[in-house]
């Protein structure tokens, strides 16, 4: 089963991830708040395996992951 990545859509939530290297309009993603955070191993892999390297994990499931 082929499933259709949102990139600018968490792939653990749905929600939209903010990110702007997802966002087409946005001319400077290295300015992204994503760029500035660290993403644990435990959490990367908890993302779907379609999904890694399609779509950022949003900043809600980043800090809830991190306040377990």
Partial sequence: M????D???CPLCGESN???MADSNEGE????WCMSEKFP???LKK????AQ???CICL???RSYASN
Wanted: aromatic letters at 0%; hydrophobic letters at 35%.
């Fill in 2 to 5: 082929v499933l259709d990545i």
């Fill in 53 to 55: 390297q399609c779509a």
């Fill in 29 to 32: 993603p290295e300015k992204c």
């Fill in 41 to 43: 191993d435990e959490l």
């Fill in 18 to 20: 903010a990110c702007a």
């Fill in 60 to 62: 809600k499931c980043l």
């Fill in 7 to 9: 990139p600018s859509k």
């Fill in 47 to 50: 993302v779907p395996l379609e």
